[in-house]
């Protein structure tokens, strides 16, 4: 037979974008019946659905949770359409930073992809997106959250403002996602926080394989000498960049070296983009978000305030009159400014085009790399392909160093044998087994390394112990060995507990009650009898007379209360020492009114138990049969008994009664003394005998007996006529 899925220990991870490719990233990770997907983006290569993931390959209405690492497209453009379009009904979470920008930055995708004319294609509108805010829920970075079992946390990522790494925990296996992320501390970013946990499995990009980054001072300094060179000789500077992470590291850089070469303050820099003026006030907002350095700056003056950079809202704000610099959204020249400003200025020589940030097959950005001679506009034209290109990555992604080095300081500092089930899986196309066993190096062997493509299920096994914690009352005591703990196991998720029945509503949100039941029946044949048929069922079975028997005496009721399948043992109701039995059922008879009354707590077991009380009842009084042809073991318990349960129930199980010359002794186990009962035949019997009793407890102690036995020797002279039984 097949375990079923919310019991196995097999988690699966399946990639439905950016499996062994780069762009529209999202993927699907089940474990014991709980589902979590990871980022929903869209392939900035392509249009309309085909630019979706394949999320038709899993039931959307079976998710429970979606974790968005961050606000570019490849990560979220397709989450309107997810939340408003699809039958997901699960939860969704962002960083604070994350949920602002993406608000403007889907608004500005969905403007352009009508200005490029693939509105007919559009996965969703303005309205969607909208409607689509009420449904994300923000996080702090390391903040806790909990949703259907699934736990989670984010950690910086680096990379842009907001971005998060989320760690993952389900069952107590810990699975990290770091989505894009960045090794390296820039001009206004923290870099990537690695978790102080490892993870089992660890889901990491590996966007550009076996590359290295140039170091950042030789980067800037070979990205603004291109720049100064196109402006100085009276080009035009095009500089596609993102609306919102490098074109502020872009505009710092920038304005910086103009403001220390006085011979280009005349020429313009201009940061053209619909979403300039909301970018700038949402860096300002999170400036928490950044690091140190912005930090200590903004208390003197805001670096996002530019001196020699200015923003252009418009094709119609910008007067194409001579030398500048431009840096236009999108990143990628899909569509909008960066395409009608590069269609114009393509065919001339002079101007230039630097692609600062990372391409993704399919785009114009990464098609004009190969220095094609001709392109193809966005109306279908064939325009002459003359300006110089150049590339300078400014991608806030990890290279091959920054990716190895996070690999080995997550593993842990001890590797015992289950190090065999820490998992990488690499999220792109250039990440195979011989890329990551060269990262690792020596470590590679302590690692499965994995790449499935899109739609490709991977699973993963991990073997747990289950546990409970004991809490409440059954916890104040250390338990002894071989020693059965009884209680309530209560699942709550993935956590255990063990505790007492009358405590669940202390340490849950579970409410108990209980049903007593209560039948009469008619019975009017003799005590012993019932007693007999009663035995059949339990030959433990006893009686006693009730507290009140002397009020009830005095009325002429006699009234005795017998206690079947029961528990505890006490005076006022004795019950029965059966353990094996669940229930506990209580029959009360009057003989002055011929009543039998069953009484017991409702539950499966009490139920069947009761049946079988009033099936003996009933045959007791339809079969009346003489007590003189009842055999001796259906009698009440002797007098002797009935004292020495007595004794017990008031001053506890280390009072025992013995036998001797001087007759019936109470023997108290804890300091030796031996107290006699006395009696004669007239009166009730009395405790004391020679020894002194000047404690005040003990002479209340031996008051309360003394009347207890008048109780019973009372009810013994009552039924004198109840043949040879003794009370």
């Not at 998710?63 to 997810?82: E, K, M, N, V």
């Amino acid at each position: 037979m097949e375990e079923s899925s919310d019991n196995s220990d097999a988690l699966s991870f399946t990639p439905l974008g950016s499996g062994q490719e780069v762009g529209r990233s999202c993927h699907l990770l089940e474990y014991k019946g709980k589902r979590v997907m990871l980022d929903c983006g869209v392939h900035p290569g392509l249009h309309g659905v085909d630019a979706l993931p394949f999320v038709d390959f899993v039931e959307i209405e079976n998710i429970d949770l979606l974790l968005i690492t961050h606000f570019h497209l490849d990560h979220c453009g397709a989450l309107p359409w997810l939340l408003q379009k699809t039958a997901f009904r699960g939860k969704c979470f962002m960083t604070h930073a994350t949920k602002a920008i993406y608000r403007m930055l889907l608004g500005d995708y969905v403007r352009i992809s009508k200005y490029g004319g693939a509105d007919r294609n559009q996965l969703y509108t303005e309205d969607d997106l909208e409607k689509s805010m009420a449904k994300i829920e923000t996080i702090d970075f390391r903040e806790q959250k909990e949703v259907n079992g699934i736990r989670f946390w984010p950690y910086v990522a680096g990379h842009v403002l907001g971005a998060c790494q989320f760690m993952i925990e389900i069952a107590g296996v810990r699975v990290l996602y770091t989505g894009d992320f960045s090794c390296l501390e820039d001009r206004h970013l923290c870099a990537a926080e690695i978790p102080p946990v490892s993870p089992q499995v660890l889901i990491t990009e590996s966007t550009y394989g076996t590359q290295t980054h140039e170091d950042r001072s030789v980067r800037e300094k070979r990205f603004t000498q291109m720049v100064h060179d196109i402006v100085t000789r009276g080009g035009r500077c095009l500089i596609p960049a993102f609306a919102i992470g490098p074109a502020q590291e872009l505009m710092l850089i920038l304005d910086e070296y103009w403001e220390a070469h006085q011979e280009l303050h005349d020429i313009p820099v201009y940061y053209a983009s619909s979403l300039a003026k909301k970018c700038m006030s949402v860096y300002q907002t999170f400036v928490n978000g950044m690091n140190s350095r912005i930090q200590k700056q903004i208390a003197i003056k805001n670096p996002f305030i530019f001196k020699h950079v200015s923003t252009l809202r418009g094709m119609d704000q910008f007067e194409d009159a001579g030398p500048c610099v431009v840096l236009a959204t999108p990143g990628m020249l899909q569509s909008g400014f960066s395409r009608e400003l590069f269609e114009n200025w393509c065919s001339d020589s002079k101007n230039g085009c630097i692609i600062a940030g990372y391409c993704v097959e399919g785009t114009l950005a990464k098609h004009i790399l190969t220095e094609p001679e001709e392109i193809v506009s966005l109306s279908g034209e064939k325009l002459p392909m003359r300006m110089q290109v150049g590339y300078v990555s400014f991608s806030a992604h990890t290279d091959f160093n920054q990716t190895s080095n996070f690999v080995k300081t997550l593993k842990p500092p001890h590797l015992p044998s289950q190090s065999r089930n820490r998992t990488i899986v690499p999220r792109h196309k250039y990440s195979n087994r011989g890329l990551f066993e060269r990262m690792l190096g020596r470590y590679h062997n302590l690692f499965q390394v994995h790449n499935p493509r899109n739609t490709e299920r991977l699973e993963l096994q991990f073997r747990g112990e289950k546990t409970a914690k004991v809490i409440g009352k059954l916890a104040e005591r250390m338990p002894e060995n071989n020693k059965i703990i009884s209680g309530v196991l209560v699942k709550n998720n993935f956590s255990y507990s063990l505790m007492a029945k009358d405590e669940l509503g202390s340490y849950t949100s579970l409410r108990t009650s209980s049903l007593e039941q209560k039948m009469s029946v008619h019975y009017s044949n003799s005590l012993r009898l019932l007693i007999f048929n009663l035995n059949q069922l339990n030959d433990d079975a006893t009686l006693t007379q009730n507290v009140k028997v002397k009020e009830m005496l005095k009325k002429g009721s006699v009234t005795h209360v017998i206690s079947v399948f029961g528990v505890s043992l006490c005076l006022v109701s004795i019950a029965i020492n059966c353990l094996f039995f669940q229930g506990k059922v209580i029959v009360s008879y009057y003989g002055n009114d011929s009543v039998a009354v069953v009484r017991w707590e409702s539950n499966p077991v009490s139920d069947m138990y009761s049946d079988s009380v009033m099936a003996a009842i009933l045959h007791a009084q339809s079969n009346p049969v003489p007590d003189k042809y009842l055999p001796s073991s259906s009698s009440f318990p002797p007098l002797t008994t009935a004292l020495e349960g007595m004794v017990k129930h008031i001053c506890g199980d280390e009072v025992s009664l013995v036998s001797s010359e001087r007759g019936l002794l109470a023997c108290f186990e804890e300091d030796g003394r031996r107290l006699p009962i006395e009696g004669n035949p007239d009166g009730p019997p009395t405790m004391g005998g020679d020894d002194p009793m000047d404690d005040p407890t003990t002479s209340h102690l031996l008051q309360g007996l003394t009347e207890k036995f008048k109780q019973i020797v009372t009810t013994n002279n009552e039924f004198d006529h109840l043949d040879d039984m003794e009370y």
